[in-house]
Every structure is written in C-alpha cells, then in structure tokens.
C-alpha cells in the first residue's frame, strides 16, 4: 500500500483526571493480533473539549480506521465527532466498541450512517482481526461480536464473550500518556451476580487474571505517578482468598515498593468479608485502602426484585466492623427509582445507610442500561426515563416525578454538605441537637439552598446558606453551630481564613494569636500557615498549622487553647 495502515482509538472522558482503560487493551489487542503493517495509536479527549479540536488531533495522523469507545457519558459527543471524522476523511472505517453500544448495535447502524461496525462485548482481539479485515480487503463476517451491514441488512451477532487472559494494557505508551490521573486496573472480568438494572452479569461469569500479573500492575500503576488507582472488578472479594492475596500484598509493600500516598479503590460485596480479611484490612495504612460497597437498598423486597442477593445483616454488621478500624475510606451507594422502593422506603434505606457512618454516601438515580433487564422488560420494571442518555429514571409506579426532584435536591445537599467532607463537626451538632433524621435534615435543606439557587455558588456563599437555614432551626444554639461551623473550615481549608458569615471582629483574639507565638510549645514552625479564631461556646482559641494532613479525612489537627 502506498500510505502506512493506521488506526486511531479514541475515548472521551468525562473530566482530564479520568484515564480511560478501554483504548489501551484495544491497543495492545492490535499489538498482539494484528498484521505487523498495521499500527494504531490512542487519542484522548474529554467531553468538555470542542469536538472540531479533538477531530484535529485525530485526523492529524491520517487514520485508515478510527474506532471509537462509547459510554452513557460520552455517547452524544462520540456521536458527533464520528459525524466530523466522516466528513471530513470519508474514506475512514468507523468502528464503535463499548457497553453504550454492545446491546444497541441494530439501532447505532440504522440511525448513525458514519458507523459501519460495533464490536459488542470484548473488543482486544474483534478490534484487532477487524483492522486486518479492513487492511486485507476482506470479510468481517466470521469475527465473533462485530455486528456490521451487509447486502443492504443489518446483521447483529451476540456480544464476544471470551474466556481467555487479555494482553496487558500496561505499556510505555500507556504511561507516558497518563500523566498522573486517575488510574484504572482490572484483576478479573464478569460479574457473579445478575442485577437488573447492571450489564456486568451479562458478559459472562467471572474470570480472573493470573495472580501474579496483577501483583506486577499493581507496582506499575502506583510507581506511575498516579496517586489513585481504582480496581474496576465489579466484585474484587468473590473469591475471598484471593482478594485477600491481593489486601497483602498491598500492605506489606506499601511504603516500599509502594510509594506512600497511593490510594488503591475497591469495589466490593460487603456481606461476603469474612473475619479475617477484616482483620488484614485493620493493618493497612491509613488512606491506603478505599472500599466501595454497593447497598444500593436496604428494602429486602427492593433487593429481591432486582436480583440483588444480599444478607442485610451481615452486611450492616460488617461495614460497622470496617468503618470502627478507623484507617479505612468507606464508600457506600444507594439507588433512587429501584422497585417497590417509595419515598417513605427509600428514606429508611437512607437514615439506615447514613447510620453506619461511612466516609461517602453517594446517592444516584437508576439508569435503564441498553441491555439491562430493567430496561428490556418494561412489564416486568415498570418506570419512564429520559430517553437521552444517561437514561435516568423519572418516574416510578412507587415514586412521582415531584419526589424524584426532592430526592435529586437531597442528594445535591449530601454531596455538599457530607461527601465533600467540608461539614462533618457541623452535621454531628445538627443531627444530636435538631432532632432531625438524616434524610429529613438533608431533604428540607436541599430543598431551602435549591430556593436560594446553588448553581456555581462559592464556598462562602454555601456556607452562609448553610448558617443562615439552620440557625433558625429549633433547638440549634446559634453560637454552638457557628463554633462547629469554625472548627470545620480551620480544618478542611488550609486559607486559614474564615468566610464572612462566621467571622467575628473580636480584639481579643489578637491578643490571644499572640500569646501562642511567645510559647516554645505553640510557636508556629517558619513557613508553615497557621489559621485560628476564638470559639465562644467553649472559651477557647482554636488553631491549626497547615501540615501534617489526615490521608485518610483529609484535614488537618486542630488545637485548642483555653481562654482565662
């Protein structure tokens, strides 16, 4: 041929800090199936880029074949940029591969005219012998999972569900380009489990890699500069003995082999721990482990019609134990819009799941997947949802549209006020001294701030809402929450400033600065910033110095001196 056969791979994420793992196992599925003319290169993007920039740095390399990785976040975006690449290269093959396609395949080639092929399931080696397809002039036809057209017919095959060990994604190019973000590794493919509202079930039971290998990426990934790496086995813990391998091998390396400050993520069945993996996980460093655990409800009802087998109590038990070790980040997920799942359930699943005192409480709204059994059994599921991705449910025969919008306030507050960790002293006096449940707090505030407008609204500005709801609340002592208000923003923002609603213009805290700084015991070390403000509910100057920063909460220690 008189040019080189080059192929591009491109994925969108959906910030720069996100990685994408997808286009580098298709790469090294090209390195290790294709013919040696044929070489293919990754372009990633994000899908807050302009999608005439991106096309730029892709039609740059002259691609023969471009292929496209596609999710419920980036799908519109993919969608236009293969429009752009086709017009302006029409002699490009375009190929889309990924879990937004793999059980859509018959509807991408009926509505997207650019797309001649889906590769639905797996993609390292059907990418790869349909890129030497496309070099050789032939036909496609006998690669398992690439749905294409032919005489005029859309021909849809099941997705590649193999049962080998994929080639390693883990090369020099892949490093080179991650550049510190967030990096993703995976120990095993499939899922155990069958929900119905998830796609993991649906590639096929699980399989693991070899042991030894994921040893090998694990040092690769936390050497590469990334300071987060997330295991993306959708249940790492199914085999017990060898995600506790794995648990040790972590430990025992870490601060050695592995850098301190790494933070391996963990998604995983928290009523299958056992004694002894808890125990192992107590001997991690602090921040060292974040475990993610899916509750999604605790409605046992819920949890039967969705497949989800899930001993409840051994689950509460055991994320109690985790949580009580204290050197462990535990993330924990419910789903709003499940079935049989009402306002007055989904609360109770809420105050529950808040009770076991987790780091996290993410909560997210059922999407109906292409290919989950939510979605193809409407009978059986019944629910209406956008039908733009990313799908989301907006009505249940258990929850109106109305109750949605409070629930999506409530989950705006939660993210606001708990997960961002900026709140913590201030909910603990709320909740003991208002009487509140969780949910009731997070629900009636959610609702005032989305009054108020929360859109792009500032720090200080969220936290003047937040003093300004709540100091009128019955049985909250204003000087109380304006302490814990204090204490939180000393910790979590090393400014060392206050924001204006908390400050107060006092002559004595001066006076009290200063004295910390004629003690050798309180003298603030040179370079380092110190904040502090007089606390009038307890007579005290607090400080702190920022250095020294929990892994684990992410604040810094603060200090109390007594005023006389």
């Not at 070390?525 to 400080?543: D, F, H, P, T």
Request: glycine share 8%; hydrophobic share 40%.
């Amino acid at each position: 041929m008189d040019k080189p056969f080059a192929a591009v791979i491109c994925a969108l994420n959906s910030k720069y800090v996100h990685s994408s793992l997808a286009p580098w196992c298709l790469l090294a599925g090209v390195e290790a199936y294709c013919e040696n003319d044929i070489s293919a290169e990754v372009v990633e993007g994000t899908i807050n880029e302009s999608v005439v920039d991106i096309a730029e740095r892709i039609l740059a390399k002259s691609p023969r074949v471009v292929g496209f990785c596609c999710y419920i976040w980036n799908i519109a975006a993919t969608k236009k940029l293969a429009r752009l690449i086709k017009d302006r290269l029409p002699d490009a093959t375009i190929i889309f591969g990924g879990p937004e396609v793999s059980y859509n395949a018959e509807v991408i080639l009926l509505e997207e005219a650019a797309v001649e092929y889906v590769v639905s399931g797996e993609g390292e080696k059907p990418f790869a012998l349909l890129l030497n397809a496309v070099y050789r002039g032939g036909e496609a036809g006998n690669i398992p999972g690439v749905c294409r057209r032919a005489d005029g017919e859309i021909v849809v095959v099941p997705p590649n569900t193999p049962t080998g060990e994929p080639p390693s994604p883990y090369g020099k190019k892949y490093f080179d380009a991650l550049n510190g973000r967030i990096a993703y590794l995976e120990t095993s493919r499939g899922c155990a489990y069958s929900c119905a509202f998830c796609l993991s079930g649906r590639c096929g039971g699980v399989r693991f890699f070899d042991t030894e290998r994921a040893k090998k990426e694990l040092l690769l990934l936390s050497n590469s500069g990334a300071r987060t790496i997330k295991l993306v086995d959708r249940t790492f813990n199914i085999n017990r003995g060898r995600a506790a391998e794995l648990f040790y091998f972590i430990i025992q390396n870490y601060g050695n082999a592995i850098p301190n400050g790494v933070c391996f993520h963990f998604e995983i069945a928290g009523d299958l721990l056992d004694l002894e993996t808890i125990r192992l996980l107590g001997a991690a460093p602090p921040g060292a482990i974040r475990l993610e655990i899916g509750l999604q409800s605790m409605n046992p009802k819920t949890l039967a019609a969705v497949n989800r087998k899930t001993d409840v109590k051994r689950l509460e038990s055991n994320i109690r134990s985790i949580v009580s070790l204290g050197n462990l980040h535990v993330h924990i997920d419910l789903i709003a819009g499940l079935p049989f799942e009402d306002f007055k359930s989904f609360a109770q699943s809420f105050n529950i799941a808040y009770g076991l005192r987790p780091d996290m409480l993410q909560l997210g709204f059922l999407k109906l997947l292409h290919g989950a059994p939510m979605r193809e059994n409407p009978r059986q599921y019944p629910c209406r949802y956008s039908e733009e991705p990313p799908y989301e449910v907006t009505e249940t025969p258990w929850l109106s549209r109305e109750e949605l919008l409070h629930l999506s306030r409530t989950e705006d507050a939660l993210e606001r006020l708990f997960n961002s960790g900026r709140f913590k002293r201030t909910l603990r006096y709320l909740l003991k001294a208002g009487g509140a449940s969780p949910f009731a707090l997070f629900c009636r505030f959610g609702e005032y701030a989305a009054g108020k407008g929360t859109e792009k609204i500032p720090l200080d500005g969220y936290t003047a809402l937040v003093f300004e709801y709540f100091s009128r609340q019955s049985g909250i002592d204003r000087s109380v929450l304006r302490d814990a208000m204090v204490c939180d923003r000393l910790a979590t923002n090393s400014s060392g400033r206050l924001p204006p609603v908390l400050r107060v213009m006092d002559p004595a805290l001066k006076a009290a600065a200063k004295g910390l700084t004629e003690s050798d015991e309180t003298r603030p070390q040179k370079g380092v910033r110190r904040g502090y403000a007089l606390l009038y509910s307890e007579r005290c100057l607090v400080y702190v110095d920022y250095r020294d920063k929990n892994p684990l909460t992410g604040e810094y220690p603060l200090s109390r001196l007594p005023l006389e």
